[in-house]
Structure formats: structure tokens, C-alpha cells
């Protein structure tokens, strides 16, 4: 099933958090244009797996590259490349939809009229687009993060339980959207316990438990 | 010899200066014209001061070296951690015997002069540094917040200074170290006085060298406790 | 790095001018302060003319403190550091566009305070444009040191206590050397070539650079 470069290498890392080890010795690894499902329990390691690869955490002792970059070393080189999304919303409470997502296309150097068909891919638009962020539902906010972390076009796409508080509908178009990625021979890698969902979707499957990350 | 023999003959030697300086402050020194005994507190006080100044130019160098890449490593953060404690207590030290000196001197246990405005101000300035070492969990997060903390001690103290210096200066004269309470130093007093300055030396050496110590051994629990909590982790399995 | 600082000072100032914090909730706080004061010298009236200049700078510092830590809060309620972060802007963009933001909310809040002391302690202003541009690199010495404090503190549990405490004694030469700026600028004495404005030039330049330079190391976890 493995083809393809290889774009996140990930060997024997423990990343701590408090003195905690949340990734114990863990492996695992991403290809190109594939869509990578994680599933596991609350406090397997799931969001301190993404977060490594994204860049956001440093981590003890193994090695990890993504892109052949080393994580060690060049961090915020690896997040350039990267889009994330996780539990926080990364959003501004007081700005609106449209503020929001302006702000984050002058960040990223995109052009606003991506980010906001991204918005639009994922049902955000019309009246909604003027609303401040701080008064929408949860669900919909992570409609806005879906779609700015789409927007971003990266070869690596991370997603920390993007069903969760999403409508069904949510979940369908952020089906397509990943699908489309990978046609497009991007990775996509979901850590999710929705295992179900995903699953005629997913190219491999893996299973974290304890910090540590095993193939089904 | 093991470097255990060598911490506990340099903690020693500074017994032993600091013994010697203590006889010779105490009853072979005459005392002074104008300040009579109180004078001997001139082997203690600028040589503690001195001393705080020591430690925190220790704790800023080895913090540039936690900073620069090329020479980054924990021992040079937890040398600056160590070296920052010890100068607080002898900051501490400093306003202290300044306090006993002025009280008799001057008539005050505190007055607003340059130095001693300074040296309140340096002593604050590094109990926040060292209270910024505790917030932070994440080992090298510390590192580098601290880091960069002691470099802005390190640029602020001397702005401080000219600024309070200034200060005093520009409206009223110092009146602390008027030249008429300047004690004549000679012969054996500027021997004890040099002594008194090596002994506090010596005594920072040995106090930073068991301070890192204590923190590369609290370091190693650290890591074997971690070492533990992987195992048990990847054992749950 | 001129790009990612007015994109991160623009959307701090729509932030404010939509939330109103500073001008509805800080503002109100300086002039408490000031009220405050002149209860403190209520027995020698006069006095307050006096210490006019000190007590305008103890009220823009612990106003600017206010206004830091506004200014993180932001981006600690969703996880929007990480975002700064994730979005590979260059940190020291970031530091510049922070330390500009929270300068234009003091620079208004510092235009009220001035009023207030002229209004309410009969303090008679010659030479404004010494006095504002005085104030105006105080305040940027000050926010040029608090910007960094702040981005390390902001995530912790303690941090409304441990920013004053590192802030307070590090900018200590600014409150210094501002109260005797201003009072030799209010006696005519001296004006901006007055030693006591070349220190809050240094300060400021000093800790600009340095803040530049090490926000990178402040700001990655």
C-alpha cells in the first residue's frame, strides 16, 4: 500500500508534556497522497502526535522529519509547510467570519479570495461571513478552521477530530474536501475516535495507545 | 583528584579565608580615626557586594551561551539558575551589612543614594528572574525565557545605575561616600581588605559549584523519572 | 518582517476599536488613578503640581500593564499564539507589531492623562511637543521590554502577578528618568536635549533590538 515520497518520518519520539511522557517511543510515518486515519482513546497521544508534526512541540528523544526537514532543528521551517487544525479554533472571538479570515490570508501571503472559496466550500458564507466568530455555534467555527487550514494548500494537512461538534453535513464536505486533496496528492492525516466515517475513505489506518502508534 | 576532593578543598580554602579574614577584621585590624569599629564592616561589605556583581555577570554570560546555537546546553542554563541564587543572597547580604553600616553612620537604616537604590533595584530585578524560572514546566522553554530574561537584567543594570546616579547627582551632592568618612586604608587593613574579597570569592566558587550540583542532580532525577514513566507507559501495552 | 507587524498591529487595533477594552475599561482606571492620588495629598493641595510628573508616569506604567496583558489575552483565548506561530510569520514582526498596537492605545490613553492632570490638578503645560515626544519614547521603552514579559507569561497560570514583578523593577530607569524629563521640560529648564531624554532614548533603542532579536526564543515553545 506504501507509495510514494515520503513525508512525515516520525521514530521511536517521546515528547513530555509536565514530565509526562504523551508520546512514549512512538513511530509513524505518512506518504504522499494519502489520507492516514489515527484512532484512539481520550489521552493516547493523539493531539500531541499532530502538534509534533506540525512543528508546534518540541520532543525529547528520537527523530522526526517531515519533508525530509528535521524537526529538531528547523521547527519554523516544517510549519510553513503544514496546515493544522486542533481543538482551539485559532480564531479572533471579535472579529468576524470575514475579518478572521482576511486576517489569516494577509498571515499566510494567499490570496483572500482562496480563503473565502474555501469558506464558501464549507458552507460559510452570506450573512454569516459578517458575524463575529465569538457568537457562532462550535460547530461552525470549526467550519472557519477547516477552512483556513485548507486554504493554506499545504502537501501536509493535519486534522485533530475535525468531526467533532460538526453536523452531518459538516462531515460531508470535509470528506470531500480531503478526497480532493489527496487527489491532488496531498497527505491528510486524521486523528479521530469517528473511526467508522473515515474508514472507506482512509488509505492506512492506525491505532494509538499509551504514546505509542500501531498499524491495524 | 575526584572532583568530589576538589569541591570540598575549595570549600576549604574559602573556610579558611574567610576565617582568616574574620580574626584579622576582628581584632588584629586597628580601628578607624572617625568611624571606630564600625570601620571593620569594610571587610565585609564591598567584597559581599562585589560578589553579587560576580555572580549575576556569571549568570548573564552563561545564558548568551544558552542562547547562541552553536554553544546551547542545559548546563549553561542551569549555571546561570545557580549563579542568579547565590547573588540574591549575597544581594541580600549587601543591603543587609550597607543597612547595619549607614544606621550607626548616618543615622538612617536606609537612604535613597545611588548604591543603594541599585542594588534594591538589582535585587528585585533578579527575584523575578528567579520567579520566572518556576512558571514555566517545559524544560526548555524555561531555558530560553530565562535566558533572554537575564540578558535584559543584564542591559537594564547599568542604565539603572547612571539613571539613579543621575538622579542623586543632578540635586543634591553624595553625601555617602564623603571624603571625610573615607577611612585612610593601609598596611594591614588593605591586606585584610584584599583577603576579604578573595574569601567571598572563593565562597561564591564553592556555593555556585554545589548549587549546580544540587541542579544537575535534580536534572538527572528528572530524566530517570521520565525514563521510569516511558516504561510504564509503553508496558501498559 | 515590516509586512507581519502591520498585519498583527492592524488586527490588535480592529480588535480594540470593536471591543472597546482600553478605551472603556483602562481609561476609566487612569482616571480613578489620578482621583486616587490627589486623596493621597489632599492635605497640601499644591504638592500635586509638584509631583504632577511622577504620578503621570506610575499611571501610564500600570496602565500599560493593563494594556499588555489585554493585548495577550487575545492571544491566548484560542489557542491564536499557535496560530502566529503555525502561520511561519517572522517573530520579530511580531514583536513590532505588538509593541505598536499597545503604543497607539497608550498614546491615547496618555493624551486623557495629560488632560486629567492639567484639569484636575491646575498643572499649567508649556512645551507640548517636548512633553509628548518624552512621552511617546517612555512609553515605548516600556512596551519594548513589557511586549516580551508578556509573550513569556501570558500561557502561565501566575502570569497577572509575574508580569508586574519582572516588568516594574526593569523599567524602573524610565519612570525615573520620565518624572525628571517632564519636570525640567515643565520648569523650562531643559528640552529634548536634555541628558534625561537620552537615557529613554537608549532604554528604548537597547531593548527594541534586543526584543527583536530574541523573540523568536520567547515566543517558540
Known sequence: MKHGRQVVKVEEVTVLLGGFPALARCSFDVYEGEIVLIAGSNGSGKTTLLKLCAGVCGFRDGAAKVFGIDLRHSRSEVRRHVGYVGHASLLYNELTVTENLKFIASCLDIPQDKAFSYAKEFGISGALLSQLVGTLSAGQRKRVSLASAFSRECELLLLDEPHASLDQDGKELLEIASVRFKELGKSVVVASHEFERMLILSDRRYRMDSGQVFSE | ?237 | ?221
Open chain 3, 1 to 221: 518582517m515590516l509586512k507581519a507587524a502591520k498585519v498583527i498591529a492592524l488586527k490588535d487595533l480592529r480588535i480594540e476599536l470593536r471591543s472597546r477594552v482600553v478605551l472603556n475599561q483602562i481609561l476609566p482606571f487612569v482616571v480613578v488613578v489620578l482621583i486616587i492620588f490627589a486623596f493621597a495629598f489632599s492635605k497640601y493641595p499644591t504638592l500635586l503640581v509638584t509631583v504632577a510628573p511622577g504620578l503621570y508616569w506610575v499611571a501610564t506604567l500600570f496602565s500599560s500593564l493593563l494594556a499588555l496583558q489585554r493585548s495577550f489575552s487575545l492571544e491566548t483565548e484560542n489557542g491564536a499564539k499557535d496560530a502566529l506561530i503555525l502561520y511561519g510569520l517572522d517573530p520579530a514582526g511580531i514583536y513590532v507589531g505588538k509593541v505598536f498596537a499597545v503604543l497607539v492605545e497608550m498614546v491615547v490613553l496618555e493624551v486623557f492623562l495629560t488632560l486629567g492632570i492639567v484639569l484636575l490638578y491646575s498643572v499649567h503645560l508649556h512645551e507640548l511637543v517636548d512633553l509628548a515626544f518624552t512621552g511617546l519614547i517612555g512609553t515605548l521603552g516600556i512596551l519594548a521590554v513589557g511586549v516580551t514579559f508578556s509573550a513569556m507569561t501570558s500561557a502561565s497560570k501566575a502570569k497577572e502577578t509575574i508580569l508586574p514583578l519582572l516588568l516594574l523593577p526593569v523599567v524602573a530607569p524610565v519612570l525615573l528618568s520620565g518624572t525628571k524629563a517632564w519636570e525640567n521640560e515643565i520648569a523650562g529648564k531643559a528640552g529634548l536635549g536634555d541628558p534625561w531624554v537620552g537615557l529613554l532614548i537608549l532604554f528604548a533603542a537597547a531593548f527594541l533590538s534586543l526584543g527583536t532579536l530574541t523573540f523568536g526564543s520567547v515566543l517558540e515553545e
Open chain 2, 1 to 237: 583528584m575526584a572532583r568530589k576532593s576538589w569541591i570540598a578543598l575549595v570549600g576549604a580554602f574559602a573556610l579558611v579565608t574567610v576565617g582568616v579574614t574574620y580574626i584579622m577584621g576582628l581584632w588584629i585590624t586597628p580601628p578607624d580615626v572617625f568611624q571606630g569599629n564600625l570601620v571593620r564592616l569594610i571587610y565585609v561589605h564591598p567584597a559581599v557586594a562585589w560578589v553579587a556583581y560576580l555572580a549575576y555577570g556569571v549568570t548573564s554570560l552563561a545564558s548568551l551561551a544558552y542562547l547562541w546555537k552553536k554553544t546551547r546546553n542545559y548546563k549553561w542554563d542551569l549555571l546561570a539558575a545557580s549563579s542568579a541564587e547565590v547573588g540574591v543572597v549575597f544581594t541580600a547580604l549587601t543591603l543587609i551589612t550597607g543597612s547595619i553600616w549607614g544606621r550607626p553612620t548616618w543615622g538612617v537604616w536606609w537612604t535613597w543614594d545611588a548604591r543603594l537604590t541599585t542594588t534594591a533595584l538589582l535585587l528585585v530585578l533578579y527575584l523575578g528572574y528567579l520567579a520566572l524560572r518556576r512558571v514555566s514546566e517545559d524544560r526548555e522553554q524555561r531555558a530560553k525565557r530565562s535566558a533572554v530574561a537575564a540578558l535584559i537584567a543584564f542591559i537594564d543594570v547599568p542604565i539603572v545605575h547612571q539613571s539613579v546616579v543621575w538622579w542623586k547627582t543632578l540635586h543634591q551632592s553624595a553625601t555617602v561616600f564623603n571624603a571625610d568618612l573615607n577611612p585612610k586604608i593601609h598596611g594591614e587593613m588593605a591586606w585584610t581588605l584584599l583577603l576579604g574579597f578573595l574569601s567571598f570569592t572563593v565562597v561564591y566558587v564553592w556555593m555556585v559549584i554545589k548549587r549546580y550540583d544540587i541542579a544537575r542532580t535534580q536534572f538527572k532525577l528528572e530524566d530517570q523519572t521520565v525514563e521510569r514513566a516511558i516504561k510504564e507507559r509503553v508496558g501498559t501495552i
